[in-house]
C-alpha cells in the first residue's frame, strides 16, 4: 500500500463514521421523546454530515479521479464502507443511542484533539472546525448518561442494558491496522493506544458518577474499518442509495 | 356595565393597533380562539415533521440530506415558539400535547397525505410552504404580542424553504423523464389540498368574523387562496407543469385566476380523520411521546436529585 492509498483510505473511514452515526441520528428526526432532544439529535447529525462532506471532499480531491463527495456516499458498496461497527448499529430506545453516541463522542474528541497536530493540514484543518462541535455533542450525551443512569431505577436498567449490548463495538475503537500504522508513522494519523488509555479513564469516572458500569472487555467485534460490517449496513445503504442507484446519473 | 367598558378598551386597543400582551385584560373568547389557533399551528408544525422525515434516510444527496434535515429541524423550533407562545395564554404544553395525542385537537389536514416520492419533498416546500406563508405573514401583525412575534421568525425561515423546495423541483426539471415524471405527479397530488390548506370558503367559516374583528385574522380565506393561485399558476409556467385543475385560467376582467371547485367532501373527510395518513401521523406521534415517558421521567428525578444535593451543600 502506498502512502497515497493509505490517506486516501484514512480519510475514507472518517468521512464514513460521521456519514453513518449522522445517518442514524437522522432516524429520530420527529421521533424523539421530546421535542428539544429532537432538535439536538438533529443537531449533531447536521454536524456529523457535515463533517462527512469535508473529509469526502478532500478523499475526492486526493483521489483525482472526478468523484464528488456523492459518488463515496451513494455509489460504494459495503464492502468498500469503512465506518467502525458501533456508529451503524440500530438505533434501539433512546438508552442504545445515547450510549453509542457517547463511546463515540469521546473517543471522536480524543481522535480529533490528536489530528489537529496532524501533518496533513487539510485532515488538521477539519479536526480543528468539527472539534468545535464535537466537544458540544460530548457534553450533550455525557448529560444524558448522567440523567439516566442516575435518575429513575428503570433508566438505570435500560442503560446498563444498552451499555452492555454496545461493549462489544468499543474494541474497534481503538485497534490499529496497517493504514493506521502507515499514518502514524508519517504524522498524519492517531496512535490510539494512547487514546483508548484516556478514553477508559474517562468513561469509568462519568460512569461511577452515573451508577454505572463499564463490564470488562471480554469480545470485540470487529471489521468495519476494513470493510467488513454487521447486517445493518446493508440495509442503511439500500435507503440512502436507493435514488442514485435506480436513475444512475441524474441529478438531483 | 363595567365589562362593557373593559371590552370596549380592549377593541379600541386592536382598533388602534397596540399589541395585546398575555398581562393585559382579553374576552375569554379572544383568549381561547388564540390557544385553539396557536396551538393548532404548533401541532401542524411537529406533525408536519413526519411526511418530510420519511425522506431523511433516502435524500439523494449529502447536501439534499443536510438541507432537509435542517428544514426539519427549523419546523421543531417552529413548534417550539408556537408551544411557549401559547403557554403565555395560560395553557401548558403538556396539556396541547395530550389534546394532540387523544384526536381531540386538530392540525393541518395537508400533513395526512403520503410523500410518495423525492418530488414530494420539493413539492411541500413550495405549495405547501407557500402557502403557509400566505397564511402567516399577515399573522406578523396579529393582534396578540406573542403570536405576531413568533411568526415574524417563523416567516423568514419559511420563505427559505419555499425557495429550497422551488429549486428542487427546477432541478428535477431539468432532469431525465423519469424525474420530470414524478414532480407532475407530485403537483397532481399536491395541488388541491394545498388550496384547501387556506380553510373552507368564507361563507362556510364559523370563526372568521370575529377574528377578523379582532386583528388575529386580517385576510380572508377566499382572498388569501386567490392571491397564492395568482402567484403559483406564474411559477408553475416557468418550472414547466400543469396544475391539475381545467378549469384554471387568466380572467382579464378580475385581474386573477379563475379555478375550478374544490372537493370539500374531501377536505372534511380528511379532517374527520379519514385520510391517507391519519391514523399513522397521529401513532407515530403518541409512540414517540409513549416511548419518551421514561426518559422524560428520569430527567425530572435527576434533575430534582441535583437540586436537592446543591441545596444541602449551601
Known amino acids: ?252 | 356595565m363595567k365589562d362593557i367598558n373593559i371590552e370596549d378598551q380592549f377593541q379600541a386597543k386592536i382598533d388602534a393597533e397596540i399589541k395585546i400582551e398575555p398581562k393585559d385584560w382579553m374576552p375569554d373568547e379572544y383568549r381561547k380562539t388564540l390557544i385553539r389557533q396557536i396551538s393548532q399551528h404548533a401541532h401542524s408544525e411537529i406533525v408536519g415533521m413526519l411526511p418530510e422525515g420519511n425522506w431523511i434516510t433516502r435524500a439523494p444527496t449529502l447536501r439534499r440530506k443536510a438541507a432537509l434535515l435542517a428544514k426539519i429541524q427549523d419546523e421543531a423550533g417552529h413548534g417550539l415558539y408556537l408551544y411557549s407562545a401559547a403557554e403565555t395564554l395560560g395553557v401548558a404544553r403538556i396539556d396541547m400535547l395530550n389534546d394532540l395525542h387523544s384526536g381531540k385537537a386538530k392540525y393541518s389536514s395537508i400533513f395526512n397525505y403520503p410523500t410518495l416520492t423525492w418530488a414530494d419533498m420539493g413539492t411541500i416546500g413550495w405549495l405547501v410552504d407557500g402557502a403557509a406563508i400566505m397564511n402567516q405573514i399577515p399573522l406578523c401583525r396579529c393582534s396578540y404580542g406573542p403570536y405576531s412575534r413568533a411568526m415574524i421568525r417563523v416567516c423568514k425561515e419559511e420563505s427559505f424553504h419555499q425557495r429550497q423546495g422551488y429549486e428542487i423541483l427546477l432541478t428535477m426539471m431539468k432532469g431525465t423523464d423519469a424525474q420530470k415524471r414524478m414532480v407532475q405527479d407530485a403537483l397532481n397530488r399536491w395541488w388541491w389540498p394545498a388550496i384547501s390548506m387556506f380553510g373552507p370558503n368564507d361563507a362556510e367559516s364559523p370563526h372568521s368574523k370575529q377574528s377578523m374583528a379582532w386583528k388575529i385574522k386580517r385576510f380572508s380565506n377566499d382572498d388569501l387562496r386567490q392571491k397564492f393561485i395568482d402567484v403559483t399558476a406564474e411559477q408553475a409556467k416557468i418550472l414547466g407543469v400543469t396544475i391539475p385543475d381545467p378549469e384554471l385560467k387568466w380572467n382579464e376582467e378580475r385581474g386573477h385566476y379563475d379555478f375550478g371547485q374544490i372537493n370539500w367532501d374531501e377536505f372534511w373527510e380528511v379532517v374527520k380523520g379519514n385520510g391517507p395518513c391519519n391514523r399513522e401521523r397521529l401513532e407515530a406521534r403518541r409512540q414517540a411521546w409513549e416511548e419518551g415517558a421514561w426518559v422524560r421521567e428520569a430527567a425530572t428525578v435527576y434533575a430534582e436529585k441535583k437540586a436537592r444535593k446543591n441545596q444541602e451543600a449551601a
Not at chain 1, 461497527?85 to 433512546?94: A, D, M, T, V
Request: some cysteine.
Open chain 1, 1 to 252: 500500500m502506498t502512502k497515497k492509498e493509505a490517506l486516501l483510505k484514512y480519510t475514507l473511514r472518517l468521512a464514513d463514521n460521521a456519514s453513518i452515526l449522522g445517518h442514524r441520528l437522522g432516524e429520530w428526526c420527529g421521533h424523539g421523546p421530546v421535542l428539544e432532544q429532537d432538535i439536538a439529535m438533529t443537531n449533531i447529525a447536521l454536524d456529523l454530515i457535515g463533517q462527512a462532506r469535508n473529509y469526502y471532499q478532500y478523499a475526492a480531491k486526493l483521489e483525482a479521479a472526478g468523484k464528488t463527495e456523492d459518488d463515496y456516499a451513494y455509489l460504494r458498496d459495503p464492502l468498500d464502507y469503512y465506518n467502525l461497527l458501533l456508529l451503524e448499529q440500530p438505533n434501539g430506545n433512546f438508552a442504545h443511542s445515547i450510549v453509542r453516541q457517547y463511546f463515540f463522542d469521546i473517543f471522536h474528541y480524543l481522535f480529533l484533539t490528536a489530528l489537529m497536530s496532524s501533518k496533513d493540514k487539510q485532515l488538521a484543518a477539519i479536526a480543528e472546525k468539527s472539534i468545535k462541535e464535537v466537544t458540544y455533542h460530548k457534553k450533550w450525551s455525557g448529560d444524558w448518561i448522567l440523567r439516566l443512569g442516575d435518575g429513575t431505577e428503570l433508566s438505570n436498567e435500560k442503560m446498563q442494558t444498552a451499555i452492555n449490548v454496545l461493549q462489544t463495538y468499543v474494541g474497534e475503537l481503538f485497534l490499529m491496522d496497517e493504514v493506521d500504522e502507515m499514518m502514524v508513522k508519517e504524522n498524519i494519523g492517531v496512535d490510539l493506544a494512547p487514546i483508548k488509555e484516556e478514553w477508559t479513564r474517562i468513561v469509568q469516572e462519568h460512569f461511577t458518577e452515573a451508577k454505572l458500569k463499564l463490564p470488562d472487555a471480554t469480545w470485540t467485534q470487529k471489521g468495519g474499518k476494513q470493510g467488513y460490517h454487521s447486517e445493518h449496513l446493508g440495509y442503511i445503504l439500500a435507503d440512502m442509495q436507493y435514488l442514485q442507484r435506480t436513475y444512475p446519473g441524474a441529478v438531483w
